[in-house]
């Protein structure tokens, strides 16, 4: 079995082993969480520790797989049922198993960047978004920091995709294998040399350059959506430029910054007034 075959065989039914997926999630964690204290962009000043930041954005982390967890019985169904009824780009284009990947990838990517843009845009999915941008102290933790309404739309965004896709099930295990380790890649709290990142930038999601989203303060907080891929903002007039040292992390004007690591709290500000 050559090198491809082998890739497409390991993540055809990589869907059924959650226990290697956990792996692939909390090695990719834990490496950048290293990572952080060797090269790190700023310094952080955690309001209690590191930890205790950690433990609320895991609890969040547990929330996001549980959910995602059920809409990946109806992602398999669907994916299937796609193959069987040859229904899909995929299948309308005939296209090859490489051809597969590249369609599946693209169009789960192109989903990612839709429903951040679309969160942004709508103030009722925004009051769910913020918690992600709530953070105050953006490191590899933050990542998967998503309340379960913003987890709940972006499955449904990416059933969407597949839906429209027809991407096969190892195309879709390849892209969520990526988003994963995109997520903590470009959330780590890690310093890149400025050239590379720039030049990485244009391809793919530097941490530099989503970090930019993450600044407080809007225009720059409405740019740079990719979730892997960074050629949607350039085509799509939505990626920006900051240098690092004018960042400043956190929307805190929706709530008391103080409140960015209060699970309760976080969790009931999407259903309470603006004035709550």
């Not at 959650?18 to 969480?33: C, D, H, S, T, Y």
């Not at 769910?128 to 309404?149: M, N, W």
């Not at 449904?156 to 380790?181: D, E, H, K, N, R």
Request: glycine share 4%; proline share 4%; with cysteine.
């Amino acid at each position: 079995m050559d090198t491809w075959s082998s890739v497409i065989h390991y993540f055809s039914d990589l869907e059924q082993r959650p226990l290697e997926r956990m792996a692939i999630l909390v090695g990719g964690l834990l490496f950048f969480w290293i990572l952080e204290g060797a090269i790190p962009v700023f310094s952080l000043q955690y309001r209690t520790t590191k930890l205790n930041h950690a433990a609320v954005n895991f609890a969040f982390t547990v929330i996001h797989l549980i959910i995602h967890s059920l809409l990946a019985i109806f992602i398999v169904w669907l994916s299937d049922w796609c193959q069987v009824h040859s229904f899909g780009i995929v299948h309308w284009t005939n296209a090859n198993i490489a051809w597969s990947v590249l369609i599946g990838v693209l169009a789960l990517d192109f989903s990612s960047w839709w429903v951040h843009w679309v969160m942004h845009r709508q103030p009722l999915l925004w009051r769910f978004h913020l918690i992600h941008h709530s953070d105050t102290k953006v490191d590899v933790t933050t990542g998967l920091r998503h309340h379960p309404g913003d987890s709940l739309l972006r499955g449904l965004f990416f059933i969407l995709f597949i839906f429209i896709s027809g991407a096969p099930m190892y195309a879709v295990m390849i892209y969520q294998t990526l988003v994963v380790a995109f997520t903590a890649f470009t959330h780590a709290n890690i310093s890149l040399p400025t050239i590379i990142d720039k030049w990485l930038s244009y391809v793919l999601v530097s941490p530099n350059m989503h970090k930019v989203h993450h600044h407080r303060l809007q225009p720059y907080t409405d740019t740079n959506y990719g979730a892997v891929l960074s050629i949607w903002d350039h085509l799509l007039g939505t990626f920006a430029h900051l240098p690092m040292q004018d960042i400043r992390y956190g929307i805190d004007r929706y709530y008391p910054a103080e409140k960015d690591e209060e699970l309760g709290t976080l969790l009931k500000k999407p259903f309470l007034s603006s004035q709550d």
